[in-house]
């Protein structure tokens, strides 16, 4: 819980609503690739009500006021994680992916809120560590994921098309 919002899974009628704010944050990401240049990419965004169906997967948002302030999908089953690189194989591990926060929500706190119930949760379960993936165009997530004690694999870095994705986990 954070300070004037609420961490809850999202409900199917807050689906679209979700896409559409993943969309818009990622898109708005200066030196990330835009809806024409990984399309599949974007339509996973936008229809990002489908990572609540795979085995596992938690799709977390952050409210306030009825209003959603960002989001994040959480998965105890790295074999449903949907990444390139070594992560799908990864042992004893949760993830976590496409963590998006408005911009009219940041500086709140929401991002953080949202990383550190994916970090309760691989608590939970019995994971001792937690893998996430970034790319140069988040670096103030990055910055973010830093200060929560999580360091960088190069072990699980891979490129999607030409864009270099870096690897991060954190043991717990």
Known sequence: MGVGFLIREARHDEFD????????VYAGLVGFPGPEEQPRYYDLLTHIG??????????????????????VVHFS????????GSATGE?????????AVGPDA??????KALVQRC??????????????????AMKVAWGMYER?????????????????????????
């Open 50 to 71: 489908r990572m609540a169906e795979k085995p596992g997967a938690k799709l977390l948002v952050a409210v306030a006021e009825g209003r959603i302030l960002g989001g």
């Open 77 to 84: 089953d790295m074999a449903q994680y949907g990444s390139g």
């Open 148 to 172: 929560l004690g999580f360091e960088r694999s190069p072990d699980l870095d891979f490129l999607q098309g030409e864009l270099p994705v870096f690897g991060f986990r954190l043991r717990i």
């Open 106 to 111: 940041r500086g709140m706190g929401v991002g």
């Open 17 to 24: 609503e979700l896409g559409r704010l993943m969309v818009a």
């Open 119 to 136: 970090i309760d949760f691989a608590k939970e379960e019995g994971h001792g560590q937690v893998i996430l993936h970034s790319t140069e």
């Open 91 to 99: 042992r004893d591990a949760s993830g976590f992916r496409l963590l």
